[in-house]
């Protein structure tokens, strides 16, 4: 079992940069992989970046790639997604989810956080 927990997101103007942290606690913890996922009103959930548990592999979308970079610290159990250049169009509640499957796909992952706010204004 795994509890995560995002923090870190907030209204930025269009240019700006915010770094998103997931902290995820139970005692294998560590063991998960960690994905972000994102969802904008009226829209599906979709990838954004993934990161297997030991920071081995990492999947970014291409729709992000350039601006956005994600990692974890493993000695504090926690995930970081940093957002730059940011855009009114990344604006939405992003998830961080772990699983032990390492997957860009949403179905794959079992544990979700609760989500946190990202909005972007023009």
Do not use: H
Not at 18 to 23: M, Q, Y
Not at 58 to 75: L, Q, Y
Request: with cysteine; aromatic share 10%.
């Amino acid at each position: 079992q795994v509890q995560l927990v995002e923090s870190g997101g907030d209204l930025v103007q269009a240019g700006g940069s915010l770094r998103l942290s997931c902290a995820a606690s139970g005692r294998t913890a560590i063991t998960y992989n960690m994905g972000w996922f994102r969802q904008a009103p009226g829209k599906e959930r979709e990838f954004v970046a993934a990161i297997r548990w030991n920071g081995g592999s990492i999947s970014v979308a291409d729709s992000v790639k350039d601006r956005f970079t994600i990692s974890r610290d493993n000695a504090k159990n926690t995930v970081y997604l940093q957002m730059n250049r940011l855009k009114p169009e990344d604006t939405a509640v992003y998830y961080c989810a772990a699983d032990r499957v390492f997957s860009t796909r949403a179905t794959t992952y079992s544990f979700w956080g609760q989500g946190t706010q990202v909005t972007v204004s023009s």
